[in-house]
């Protein structure tokens, strides 16, 4: 059934005042969450605020403010009206999330206040039971370009805190130029205030850990007049404050603006922080919640689904007709809804080849997907199709001829970082590919920030130091165990993410650390909306048929989610939910054996299907089938082995 997109609920209600605690001097004020476990105090004498989570600091007095070219927001600011709290409600509904129905509520209060100058800007802090968001308003109206310097918003995090971090690449340096494109290891574990081991700082979302609490770090709403950002390199005495994006970080094919510039009015994106209790922070939706709702377009081309891949195994040379048809007839045969078509296929094949193959992959059921070079002159990568989507004239013209084909979407590689023109390309492209009913999926990219909301065409995007490194490199391989909890808990919190995940055979030159069912479980750990497999047609015939079945009848998107258990870097359960049918799935980070205890209370008296490691046998994919049974107490064991997964289906 063609999943429906449907519109956003918005209702503004007046709560009562014990959610609103006032201070002297209209300088101080308090907000509490729903539920009261969560409050925010802001000072606009020290310009500050801190956030406590039970009554505990979590973030100690942290700056607020911003610097424009034309006056100075982070001083001196005084405060006009603290607006009375109100109730926010949102509910939406999404086929490329955690969830499909969400309802996001949030207290809200709005502080207005004016600089030495005179010049306005308002304060918008929302608190919702999973965290706390907030964002500068500059109300006033003018024609003139505003420009911001600056931005002073930092996250004071008590010395005792620890970190999960990953570092931003430098801007073109790298392969080709290409970075950043947020592809490296995360740093675990390690203490508030270490440096990045580059000037580019750390990319969202950021992970701490204080004495009671876990805090994630994001943003999201960033529309097109404000850069993509990051928290600096140094972070003295564990306070981070908002980094912008460096020099070379431009669209350089347009107006290559890097920090924000607009007229006025103008908003700023949501800072937002989900803090809680672990379970909490990982069913968090606020990446969403607070993104734009979604623009108008045809629900009937939103079709998630999983495809096959001829290049993550391949390489190049793959990307021609007769290859190609091949992994077409995978993809039908695995029930997959598409096959991609990587770099080059201009050259090797050509588009009236492609057209041949795409109206005899319609006879099997499958759509295509083509790869593109987003690429003008920010990098050095000489990959085909390039300079076709830099214009809007550009794109119309292409995706014009890619409908008349028959083709259902795009891979896009290759962006060249965070500023403002290219936030801005990344939306153009979004809504001139929406306007022709083409899917887009966006690599050597940025951390889409709740793009996936506004525009429902828009996949998924990679983002992450994805399964080809592992297909690279020895070392990639030895560390993916771990790795992946870390992006199934991190970089996938809120964005779909394209890890490319799940050889269950062979990778040429490189020998897999972790088990077959440890991959198999990545396709429910990780969330994409179109799921690209790192398996071959070869590759598939050594896998026992149950486990094709299984991923015949996976679903493509998910109605909810349950955080069962886990630790960044060592452990993820998560159970999802299509339909009536529960998926559990886990992975081991560590190469050490576990036996999990696990609380299923929500499933309990229900009988699953168990895949889980079987005895070795050499070459080949192994795996153990069996029924298990969760009892009244809702408590069962598993065991797991180093590098090892499972997955049960109730």
Known sequence: ??????????LLLIVSGLSFQSFSQKNTAGLFSPNKQLEVICDLKSNSYSVKFKGETVLK???????????????NLRTVKISTPALVIDNYNMVNAKKSKISYKA????WETINADGQKMNIVFRISNDGVAFRYVFPEKSTDIKKISAENTSFHFPLEARAWLQPKAEAQSGWEHSNPSYEAHYE????VGKASPGPNGWIYPALFKTTNAWVAITEADLGENYCGTALQQNSPSGEYTINFPQPAEVFTDGVPTLNPESTLPWKSPWRILAIGELKTVMESTLGTDLAQPAIKMDPAIINPGKSSWSWILKKDDSTVFNVQKKYVDFASDMKWQYCLLDATWDKLMGYDSVKILADYAKTKNVGLILWYNSAGSWNTVIYTPKDKLLTHESRVAEFAKLKAMGIKGLKIDFFGGDGQSFMKYYRDILKDAADYGLLINFHGATLPRGLQRTFPNFMTAEAIFGYEMITFSQHSADKEAEHSTMAAMVRNLYDPM????????????IKRKTTAAFELATSVCFLSGIQHYAESPEGMKHVPEEVKNFLRKLPNHWDDVKFIDGYPGKLYVVARKSGNRWYLAGINGENTEKELSLNLGFLKGKTGK???????????PSFSFSNISIPASGNIKIKLAGNDGFIIEF
């Open 188 to 191: 675990l574990d390690i203490p």
């Open 610 to 620: 168990l895949i889980a490691n079987g005895k070795p046998v050499e070459d080949e």
């Open 498 to 509: 394209d890890f490319t995940p799940m050889n269950l055979y062979k990778i040429p030159r």
């Open 61 to 75: 007095n942290s700056q607020l403010g911003i610097t424009r070219e034309d006056g100075d927001f982070s001083k």
């Open 107 to 110: 207290n809200e209060s709005i």
């Open 1 to 10: 059934m063609t999943p429906k997109i449907f519109k956003t609920i918005f």
